[in-house]
């Protein structure tokens, strides 16, 4: 099947409420421009200067969507246009995207990651660092950030349970997130191989990639 196809295929699938976030990570221009012509707008990558480098070659109506780990150092090449950051999982990140926002005169959109799955190798914040984070002063005086909700992935593993689990976590946390902080609206979870349980379990926004544009390619 074609990326359009693919495209529309999944969409059909998903509640009006989902957001789709096309993963386009290491994909050339050509197949965004496929998922692009096919009516998608939102993409998103995994690396910044990948994304820059996109950002200006493409259509100027792309909402892009930083989804990876974010080193700090790389945060002010992608201020000027990204629509939302998916991986804040520091305080220290937190401020260095308010910092490069307030250079180009924006508020950014960005999602706070906690940490659900078993595996170390997953980033994030614990509940606890999230309180801390939400409570400190420091967060209520940054005016160039906002979060608009959370992120996490599951545990990599065939075990539906262990994923449902997991994302009922993030989804009571995010329940509580939204009595404490006005613009709580997105629940970023499930990817190619568990979005359909992260839509059962309240996501309102996915990040597919693999089931829309093939495997993919690490040269």
């Known amino acids: ?60 109506d792309i909402d892009w969507h930083m989804i990876g780990h974010v080193q700090r150092n790389k945060v002010k090449y992608m201020a000027e246009f990204v629509s939302l950051i998916h991986g804040v999982d520091s305080p220290r990140l937190l401020k260095e995207i308010n910092k490069q926002a307030k250079k180009h005169n924006r508020v950014i959109p960005c999602l706070l990651q906690i940490h659900i799955a078993e595996e170390d190798t997953k980033f994030g914040l614990d509940k606890a660092e999230l309180e801390e984070l939400i409570e400190s002063d420091a967060f209520k005086a940054m005016e160039n950030i ?55 379990e309240g996501s309102n926004m996915v990040r597919i990639g693999s089931s829309i544009f093939g495997a993919r390619n690490y040269s």
């Open 146 to 200: 906002k979060i608009v909700g959370l992120m996490g992935m599951a545990t990599f593993t065939d075990d539906e349970n262990q994923v449902s689990k997991e994302f009922a976590q993030l989804k009571s946390m995010f329940n509580d997130l939204k009595t404490k902080l006005d613009d709580i609206t997105i629940l970023s979870m499930g990817m190619s191989g568990d979005y359909q349980i992260a839509i059962e």
């Open 1 to 60: 099947m074609s990326i359009k196809d693919n495209l529309n295929q999944i969409k059909s699938e998903l509640p009006e409420r989902v957001t789709l976030v096309a993963v386009s990570k290491t994909k050339p221009n050509e197949d965004i421009l496929e998922a692009y012509e096919a009516g998608q707008r939102v993409f998103g990558e995994n690396k910044v200067q990948e994304m820059v480098q996109k950002w200006e070659d493409l259509p100027k």
